[in-house]
């Protein structure tokens, strides 16, 4: 061999991955069948995740303070008060929700690269949109 020619790739490899490809998603969907033909979870359910893990969040209140990073006193505070409310029908569950995931895509980086928590801009928005809607409720916490 000289050195003008290059050696070729195998002409087979776009085959070969291909092949790899399809026995691979073969085998999953096989594996995924019960005897009787019908497709079983490979997902475990929710239910079935029981531990109250960051994942897995077992309540409302524990949703929205791993959801919004809520640590602080505080913040701790607030969100059970906004919890109490919801369940005593004063404020609507909808709003709350709107505004936590509103407050979790609106996280920036800070100078330093590290981001900064939604609970930051849940507290005032949450704040701003009931006085906005008229609606008066006695929120306990808040930012320090």
Same mark, same amino acid.
């Given at each position: ?29 096989v ?7 019908q ?17 897995? #969040?077992?309540? %409302? ?9 809520? +640590? =602080?006193?505080? $913040?701790?505070?607030y *969100? ?37 928590? #939604?609970?930051? %801009? ?9 006085? +906005? =809607?008229?609606? $008066?409720?006695?929120? *306990?916490?808040?930012?320090?």
């Open positions: 061999m000289t050195s003008n020619q290059k050696k070729s790739p195998s002409k087979n490899w776009l085959f070969r991955r291909l092949l790899l490809v399809g026995l691979s998603l073969h085998a999953i969907a594996w995924s069948i019960n005897a009787d033909g497709t079983r979870r490979i997902v475990p359910d929710r239910q079935s995740a029981r531990p109250l893990s960051t994942s897995s #969040p077992s309540t %409302y209140r524990d949703v929205l303070i791993f959801g919004l990073k809520a +640590r =602080l006193p505080s $913040e701790l505070a *969100v059970d008060s906004v919890v109490l409310a919801v369940e005593r029908n004063q404020i609507p569950a909808t709003l709350v929700n709107q505004t936590f995931f509103w407050a979790r895509t609106h996280t920036g980086q800070t100078m330093y690269g590290q981001p900064n928590r #939604p609970i930051i %801009y849940f507290i005032p928005a949450l704040n701003a949109r009931l006085k +906005r =809607l008229g609606i $008066e409720v006695n929120l *306990v916490g808040g930012l320090p």
